[in-house]
Nanobody
Framework: QVQLVESGGRLVQAGGSLRVSCVAS????????TAWFRQTPGKEREFVAT????????YYADVVKGRFTISRDSAKNTVYLQMNSLKPEDTAIYYC?????????????????WGQGTQVTVSS
């Protein structure tokens, strides 16, 4: 099994920046790609960004492209999401996800492991 633990979420003002982290433990060799999703009450979980576990290209949702950057530190088994120019509509619980298949996926069903989420709140 793989355990994912997110951290770093907090209250931030609009226009500000924030970095959230996701640390993986357990059978991390089975993880071939990671992603960030977000969810607000009453809505479906929304894809934000993805990156291969061994590096490679990143892929972003249009609504965050140019503002958010996903990266990973293999030595620390950690994936980051740097969020700049935050907007109130970015307010959500941010979830880290890991998938056993290589490739880049935007559907939550394509991921096998999930963290518990970290709350990001952007005030106007």
């Amino acid at each position: 099994q793989v355990q994912l633990v997110e951290s770093g979420g907090r209250l931030v003002q609009a226009g500000g920046s924030l970095r959230v982290s996701c640390v993986a433990s357990g059978r991390t060799f089975s993880v071939h790609n990671t992603a960030w999703f977000r969810q607000t009450p009453g809505k479906e979980r929304e894809f934000v960004a993805t990156i291969g576990w061994s590096g490679g290209n990143q892929y972003y949702a249009d609504v965050v492209k140019g503002r958010f950057t996903i990266s990973r530190d293999s030595a620390k088994n950690t994936v980051y999401l740097q969020m700049n120019s935050l907007k109130p509509e970015d307010t959500a619980i941010y979830y880290c996800a890991g998938g056993r298949r290589s490739g880049y996926y935007t559907r939550s069903d394509d991921y096998d492991y999930w963290g518990q989420g970290t709350q990001v709140t952007v005030s106007s």
